[in-house]
């Protein structure tokens, strides 16, 4: 999927209601778990995640 030019991907576990996420900024990669039995709900906290390092991106100067 991509969210504001990110590609990111969002996948339900073995566990009922834990999904696992991952995306990359440049040469940042993040990854982790979100715990919802929504998948849409898993998909706007990962779209969260990206805003808030898309963020962090701007102000720290490269």
């Given at each position: 999927m991509n969210y504001?030019?990110?590609d990111y991907s969002v996948a339900m576990t073995t566990t009922p209601?834990?999904?696992k996420?991952?995306?990359r900024i440049g040469d940042?990669?993040?990854a982790g778990k979100t715990e919802t039995r929504i998948?849409?709900?898993a998909?706007?906290?990962v779209q969260l995640r990206i805003d808030r390092a898309l963020k962090l991106a701007a102000r720290?100067?490269?």
């Open positions: 504001r030019g990110i209601g834990i999904w996420w991952q995306f940042e990669f993040k998948g849409l709900l998909i706007r906290r720290v100067p490269s």
